[in-house]
């Protein structure tokens, strides 16, 4: 392994706790429908909308790697079930825009915005998100050279092209680069499958186990930039 030149970060759970967000940006969405569309929420509570969302995607499971058009089908889907006809298409743009907004309000763990301004002095910055979030809203994104979405791209973690187009994305060569995620499939497994280095963010409140892959843990931002220097080192 060479030294790191670019660090590709995950995005919920690694830079935000993903719960808090996820929770309202559901709610607010639900609010909106129970006004655009009452007779939907009627016959729909929220577990219910994510019931038939779970069940369209084991009928197409390619729409995992493009979830906002996921939760918009299958939201058409039930909207015309219910009688709204050509206006399902509008009720579904001005719903998912709220929950959209919501999803953007992030909060930074302790520490990030600082710790990551430091990193992009050394290291060129990339995110690899599965999700939705859009980093290039939040104010720490003038510290990144790239932003990418499962979405976007196509493809989604764990899969290795995912890893592939956010190293294409720095232009290193992959042993140069180090995957920062929490989730021990999708990023670090997917990450070391890849040929990249892996470190597992263990932040506080979360439940995913600690994965043995992978080449360092942190549980503070502030042990980042040491966790980093010390993978040099072994270099």
Same mark, same amino acid.
């Given at each position: 392994m060479? =030294?790191? =030149?670019?660090i ?11 719960? /808090?967000?996820?929770?309202? &940006?559901?709610?607010r969405f639900?609010?909106q429908?129970?006004?655009?569309a ?7 509570s929220?577990d219910?909308?994510?019931? !038939?969302r779970l ?24 909207l015309?079930e219910?009688?709204?006809?050509e ?7 001005e &719903? ?5 907004? &919501? ?21 060129q910055?990339v995110?690899?998100?599965?999700g939705?979030a859009e ?13 990418l ?5 196509g493809?989604s ?11 294409a &994305?720095t232009?290193c ?9 929490? !989730?021990?499939?999708d990023?670090i ?9 892996a ?9 995913? /186990?600690r994965?043995?892959g ?5 549980s503070?931002w ?7 220097s010390r ?5």
């Amino acid at each position: 392994m060479g =030294r790191i =030149r670019a660090i590709c970060f995950d995005l919920d759970d690694t830079l935000w706790p993903s719960r /808090p967000v996820l929770e309202a &940006a559901e709610q607010r969405f639900y609010q909106q429908l129970q006004r655009l569309a009452p007779e939907l929420t009627a016959q729909h509570s929220p577990d219910a909308l994510r019931d !038939h969302r779970l069940q369209l995607l084991q009928q197409q499971p390619e729409l995992r790697h493009h979830i906002s058009r996921w939760r918009c089908l299958s939201l058409e889907i039930l909207l015309r079930e219910c009688g709204y006809g050509e206006r399902s298409h509008d009720i579904v743009h001005e &719903a998912f825009h709220h929950f959209i907004e &919501a999803r953007q309000q992030v909060e930074l763990y302790a520490h990030a915005k600082t710790v990551l301004a430091t990193l992009s002095k050394e290291y060129q910055l990339v995110s690899l998100t599965n999700g939705n979030a859009e980093l290039q809203r939040q104010p720490c994104s003038r510290y990144f050279s790239a932003c990418l979405k499962a979405e976007d791209i196509g493809i989604s973690k764990p899969h290795k092209a995912a890893f592939q187009a956010a190293v294409a &994305a720095t232009g290193c060569a992959v042993e140069e680069v180090v995957h920062i995620g929490d !989730h021990p499939r999708d990023d670090i497994e997917g990450a070391t499958n890849a040929g990249l280095r892996a470190v597992q963010a263990l932040m506080p409140g979360l439940k995913h /186990p600690r994965h043995d892959g992978a080449n360092a843990h942190f549980s503070d931002w502030r042990q980042l930039p040491g966790v980093l220097s010390r993978l040099t080192d072994k270099a």
